[in-house]
């Protein structure tokens, strides 16, 4: 007992000082991106002879992916070809994520893609930053900072950009000339719907850094510029062994509640039974992660990515086929949402002036709905927020949904917001 006690008070004299030397001191993160992934999976029972009671589970208080061996890598496409990619990812059912390899020539844009050039260029713009201790299910909003702060902070703060490209940075970057050829495979008129592209997000790190479990609501296309990724993906079926919860229901995002650094065996012991696949990202490289998928996303050097999210009602038809491996400018790409400050904003308004009559307001319904057919009042309120953000009298997203809901034109659900000027 005594022997317990004096081991208890190094331990505690140690985290002790370590908390105080990171008081005092930042250290430079390791930019390192030759990491060994998955990684090397050990039973330290049978090493150290501990069994039964006294056994440690198997990845105990490590990350993610030491609790078992992976099951497989995910499916690695070298050549690609459109049609291959929807009938065996995008239609077929359950969807799967898919690795291209080199689908993109980044090295022009890496090599411009500089510090100096991005604080002089971009300094005072403002990016949605996350960090990486906290975890959306308590703090569901990234805070925003502007660019220069991050870069200057980036190699000593657990930081990183995962949230809508803003405007002026669009023309940096290039994406797969095939993904804009996305149309929608719902029962609706060309002349309605809105584009299946949603948005184009940023993703920024630097050193190893960890994005939390979770899940989303559209379709991602993730391609690399620099750095480095290595995902873990789970079928979408097993959540509930990683205790993945929705903050908000029926918006169809979710996040772990467990500490993905540090994972409890003890508390989570299902981890363990969820098998896996996994996949390394580099340069060049894009990832197709389908909609609700459960993925971990850890980054390693001075990450730069792009992410498209895609509307899960798309397809991408034979007539995507004849554009290739081609790219395109993403400032050329038109998007359902782009964002100003924090506020989303429909980008089909066709003009800076221009009230959202009721066409309009029928394709933003539509792109709120993705591939369901009702929608919800937490979907509405998530979206309705969003927008409506720094708009004075706007109303609450209750009375909005309501008006909608006791309207005899189900499309007037969002005829409180065409009397506001976007």
Known sequence: MVHVAAVQSVVLGVLSLALFVKSQYEFRKDQKTDHAFPPIVMDFNKLTGHAGKHAVPQGHLRPLGFQSKPRS????????????????????????????????????????????????????????????NDSPLRFPKPSRKKLAKLIEKFDYKLWFVDGPCPEEMLSLFEIPAFLPCATSTLNYSADVLPPSIQTANLWMSSGNTPAPLQYQPDHQFRCLISGRWDLIFIDPQLKDKVAIKEPVPDVKRGYTEMDIEMINL??????????????????????????????????????IGVNVLINPAATFEEKC??????????????????????????????????????????????????????????????????????????GEATDAFMVGKTSRRPNNIYQMLSAVQL
Not at 82 to 111: C, D, G, I, Q
Not at 365 to 394: C, H, W
């Open 73 to 132: 890598s995910a499916r690695v496409y070298r050549l690609f070809n459109v049609t291959e990619f929807t009938s065996k990812h995008v239609m077929k059912r359950p969807r799967t994520p898919a690795v291209f390899r080199a689908l993109l020539n980044v090295s022009e844009t890496a090599s411009v893609l500089t510090d100096e050039m991005l604080k002089t260029k971009f300094g005072d713009i403002r990016v949605p930053v996350w960090e990486v």
């Open 266 to 303: 003890f508390k989570y012991k299902r981890v363990k039974d969820a098998p896996w696949t996994w996949a390394t990202i580099r340069p060049g490289d894009c990832v197709y992660i389908p909609a609700g998928y459960v993925y971990q996303l850890r980054s390693h050097g001075r990450a």
């Open 321 to 394: 086929d004849k554009i290739g491996t081609k790219s395109i400018p993403l400032h050329k790409v038109l998007t359902m949402w782009t964002t100003k400050e924090q506020r989303k904003v429909p980008t089909v308004i066709g003009g800076e002036d221009l009230h959202m009559d009721a066409g309009i307001a029928h394709r933003v319904v539509l792109a709120m709905l993705r591939n369901e057919y009702r929608l919800t009042l937490n979907q509405f309120k998530d979206d309705y927020e969003q927008i409506m953000f720094g708009v004075p009298d706007s």
